[in-house]
């Protein structure tokens, strides 16, 4: 669910080409947008979420008992669909910002994600494009060939459309309003808010109601409510089509970056270090505060030779400006690259989080699945413990905001927060303990439904509660600050190069826990013992063994960002004191900006 619900913070910020380039076409189209514009993307934004995370909950379930998919190969089919859904998001920002814009890349991402959504919905309706019904541990027969190919091309349909959704969908909302005013900023707070109140009431009525339809009353309707609201949801989005500002497509800042990784790797042959007075810093862009320009640091001096001038005359055209983009870079595209080279470190730190929040979305649902879900008279749907984490996050949350931060900045007399590396690092051992528990119930799990030889086990439901608790927590605390920390080390421009990053991450966990899956499950076998993973009953399997094997990596990975990568946040928290003290010097008339340049 992070994936969801970080994407508002970093999508409403564009590259810088296109802020400054911008500027005159949005001044012009200012009598369109504002409110008017925001209430048909507000609606539009409620429906598709309302969509997409009514199928997106419910996989594992619905792939489990209609398609009769193994443990493996289900984790394998759910982790490369959820890498894929989040890896294209960064093409869908590249089509956006250099190419289509955004409404067009939003318009087209709806299209597809309505054309793989009603694939998928006829699946569920139509008896021929799924294997017979499997009931218990009985012999299972496998999905013929043509059927998974009819289902994994209407869920490749629904990656592609995800990845022009995301890339845009909170920036197209963030174009309506004029940030160059004060009055302006403010009503982009407040479109944040209100589109946070619309998700979450999309999100509620997803993970409730529509999925316990799925479960126990139909899959058919289940799955044709969210694609009626995937249609009217685009058919909102097209009636204010008239209502909207729609900038031009300017450039992507990744390009920028290709660049400067280009015109540096073809420099590699300087030996001296580059001085500031050897390096193209043109003045391309006055600042309205100079502490917010990017400047030339010393760090990653690698990256520092596509700036270097080596001959002016073949570099250089007659009013000093760059004849060649691909072989001279200037100091501000140099700067925004080592940006986002000083945040990998943590970045690797966050993937083997995401990679316990995977264990859940899967493993964790399949364990609840051949558990006892009843509760009185109710069978609680296996879809609903991502309910649970969400709620923990949400708990969480309110806690630190409302009661932690308000009660300890009031003691200390300033603003008293959780620094990053201990959050970070709460998060991480959340993950180990998250797997550790889940580990210990699963044994208690298999060993009673081993005991009464049945497929279900008779342990209850609410023995899973913890650990989709834990996991929940893992989110509040490592997902949420490691976004922080993306969004905030690089300059406001670039939010949504941090946001796409941060898309990456979850995609490479998807694909990570993929290949770690099938791993495992190769290596168990050689033994000729019991296999820790694979089949269609967990009965027959040693899953706990895997949860285990998650945790170490999960040990070492808390090694990895105590003894290595929590240092660049060290740095940046330096940093950011220094800046924030320089502020308040600034504020209280004791040091003087410089002038702006004429």
């Given at each position: ?23 005159a ?64 998001p ?102 944040f808010?209100?589109?946070?109140f ?41 009636i ?28 590699r ?68 690259l ?7 470190p ?12 995977e ?60 620094s ?117 009953d967990?009965?027959?399997?040693k ?56």
């Amino acid at each position: 669910m992070a994936d969801e619900i970080i994407n508002a913070s970093h999508s409403s910020s564009s590259s810088s080409s296109e802020e400054e380039q911008n500027i005159a076409p949005k001044c012009s189209a200012r009598k369109k947008g504002g409110w008017t514009a925001i209430a048909f993307i507000l609606g539009n934004e409620s429906f598709e979420k309302l969509a997409s995370v009514s199928l997106i909950s419910n996989m594992t379930t619905y792939l489990r008992t209609k398609y009769n998919m193994g443990g493996v190969f289900l984790v394998n089919v759910v982790s490369i669909w959820s890498g894929c859904s989040n890896i294209t998001p960064i093409a869908g920002a590249f089509l956006a910002d250099a190419h289509l814009g955004r409404f067009l890349t939003l318009l087209f991402g709806s299209l597809a994600s309505f054309l793989g959504m009603g694939m998928v919905t006829l699946t569920a309706g139509i008896d021929e494009l799924r294997p017979p019904h499997c009931q218990g541990n009985a012999r299972c027969e496998d999905p013929q060939k043509w059927q998974l190919a009819y289902l994994f091309a209407g869920l490749g349909f629904m990656a592609i459309g995800s990845g022009g959704i995301r890339a845009c969908n909170i920036a197209f909302g963030a174009d309506q309003f004029d940030t160059n005013t004060e009055k302006g900023r403010s009503q982009l707070k407040s479109f944040f808010n209100w589109w946070y109140f619309s998700f979450t009431i999309a999100l509620i009525i997803a993970l409730t109601v529509v999925i316990y339809i799925q479960t126990n009353i139909s899959w058919f309707i289940g799955f044709l409510i969210p694609t009626c609201c995937l249609a009217l949801s685009i058919m909102i989005f097209l009636i204010g089509r008239n209502s909207y500002i729609r900038l031009k497509p300017q450039g992507c800042v990744f390009i920028d970056m290709a660049k400067v990784i280009n015109a540096a790797c073809r420099k590699r042959h300087i030996h001296d270090l580059p001085t500031a007075s050897s390096l193209y810093d043109p003045a391309t862009r006055e600042s309205e505060n100079e502490l917010s320009v990017l400047k030339h640091t010393d760090r990653f001096k690698f990256l520092d030779n596509a700036a270097v001038i080596v001959d002016p005359n073949s570099e250089l055209n007659t009013e000093g400006v760059a004849k060649d983009s691909w072989r001279l870079c200037n100091v501000e595209q140099v700067e925004r690259l080592k940006c986002v080279v000083g945040i990998l470190p943590v970045w690797v730190a966050g993937i083997t989080c995401f990679i316990t929040m995977e264990q859940m979305n899967t493993f964790g649902v399949l364990q609840v699945i051949q558990s006892n879900t009843k509760v009185g008279n109710f069978m609680i749907p296996p879809g609903w413990m991502g309910l649970v984490s969400m709620i923990a996050l949400a708990i969480w949350i309110f806690i630190y905001e409302c009661v932690y931060v308000p009660n300890a900045s009031k003691i200390s007399k300033k603003e008293a927060r959780l620094s990053l590396q201990i959050r970070i690092k709460i998060g991480i051992i959340m993950a180990i303990l998250c797997l550790s528990v889940a580990a210990l119930v699963e044994t208690r799990r298999r060993d009673l439904a081993l005991k009464q030889g049945t497929f279900l086990s008779p342990l209850g439901i609410a023995y899973f509660l913890p650990q989709f608790v834990l996991s929940g927590l893992t989110e509040a605390f490592a997902a949420v600050s490691v976004m922080e920390f993306l969004n905030n080390q690089v300059p406001e421009t670039m939010r949504s190069v941090a946001g796409a990053i941060f898309f990456l991450s979850l995609s490479i966990a998807s694909y990570l826990n993929t290949l770690i899956v099938n791993l495992v499950e190769i290596l168990s076998r050689l033994n000729g013992g019991k296999r820790w993973l694979g089949g269609h009953d967990l009965n027959e399997n040693k899953l706990e063994r895997f949860y285990l094997l998650i945790a170490g990596l999960g040990v070492l990975n808390f090694i990895y960002f105590h003894f290595f990568a929590s240092r660049y946040i060290q740095s940046y928290e330096e940093s950011k004191r220094r800046k924030t003290v320089l502020e308040d010097r600034v504020d209280a008339g004791y040091v003087d900006l410089p002038e702006k340049k004429p």
